[in-house]
């Protein structure tokens, strides 16, 4: 990526406003695309540059700086996606989507945890169903040009025949890419429960876990749950995903016990949704994300790169 470009170095130019505002829906769109907040900064700031590397007059006969902004964004994310997939053979056990905190809790991606101050609004990523953990692990299955198809279409309401131009593909190909993602999207993601329903329940995961109480934790797992963890190779963790309630629950029972007194749970809001992060010695070590269909976790995703964790400020 090229170096970062600061928009707004040049007072006098006319358009400032309009392309600055456009500053966070790039985000948002980086992120649903990339499932990580870093590499959506680096979209960003790639943008930003190709702007800002043309000339006044080049600037002047864009009718719409905000739609080519997004269009740039979105052919470089799906030339990221492209490459992802080679990068994806190396790297040590399962990739999970970059963890969200509760807005309020936000911190710049880039400036590491502690002490640091709150990212400007305008980068922070709203937080709807299209970001819930659940939706992103289902958009990471996709080819990119269906991912790109979907999210610009269904997410952000853009046309098929703008999309078109995006991926290179004609308007009716686009459709069949969107119509292919959502059938998907339908079979593997239950819709999200109410809020305080499912905070309960992960309120009663917490205390089971803690109790290490394999009953209690069997109960509220989904027969066929499974659980996820990434550590990238750079935190201990299990590699292969866990399958069955009975599995999970020993499991997550021995981790409670090898953790001892060194680990505590805390409840928080993790892409939208209720979830866990649990802090060793004092230090934020893993973000569970779950995603509960009626009364049972279907699954669980612990994601313990710290390198997907620097996002994350946790008193």
């Not at 500053?23 to 700031?45: F, K, P, T, W």
């Not at 101050?117 to 819930?132: G, I, K, N, Q």
């Amino acid at each position: 990526m090229t170096t970062r470009a600061e928009p707004g170095d040049d007072q006098s130019d006319p358009g400032l406003s309009e392309i600055t505002s456009e500053r966070r829906r790039l985000i948002n769109l980086g992120y649903r695309l990339l499932g990580s907040l870093a590499d959506a900064e680096d979209v960003v700031q790639e943008t930003y540059a190709r702007w800002y590397s043309m000339s006044a007059r080049e600037q002047q006969a864009i009718e719409s700086p905000g739609a080519w902004l997004m269009t740039v964004a979105s052919r470089i994310c799906l030339n990221l996606l492209g490459s992802a997939r080679a990068r994806r053979e190396t790297y040590v056990g399962d990739w999970i989507p970059e963890p969200l905190p509760e807005p309020t809790e936000w911190i710049n991606g880039r400036s590491g945890a502690g002490g640091a101050a709150p990212a400007d609004p305008a980068d922070r990523v709203t937080l709807d169903e299209s970001v819930a953990m659940a939706f992103l692990v289902v958009l990471d299955t996709m080819t990119p040009a269906e991912r790109v198809a979907f999210v610009l279409h269904d997410v952000f309401r853009y046309p098929f025949g703008e999309i078109a131009e995006i991926v290179g593909r004609t308007p009716a190909a686009c459709r069949q890419l969107a119509s292919s993602a959502r059938r998907r999207i339908r079979t593997a993601h239950s819709p999200a429960g109410p809020s305080a329903g499912q905070a309960g329940i992960v309120r009663q995961f917490r205390t089971a876990w803690e109790a290490k109480d394999i009953d209690a934790l069997i109960s509220l797992l989904d027969p066929d749950a499974v659980a996820t963890a990434d550590g990238g190779g750079l935190a201990v963790t299990h590699l292969h995903p866990i399958v069955g309630r009975e599995q999970i629950a020993r499991a997550y029972a021995e981790i409670a016990r090898v953790s001892g007194d060194h680990t505590t749970f805390l409840e928080c809001t993790v892409n939208g949704l209720p979830g866990l992060v649990a802090r060793q010695d004092g230090n934020l070590s893993t973000v569970f994300a779950f995603e509960i269909a009626g009364d049972r976790i279907r699954h669980i995703w612990a994601v313990r790169n710290p390198e997907k964790l620097r996002s994350w400020r946790i008193s």
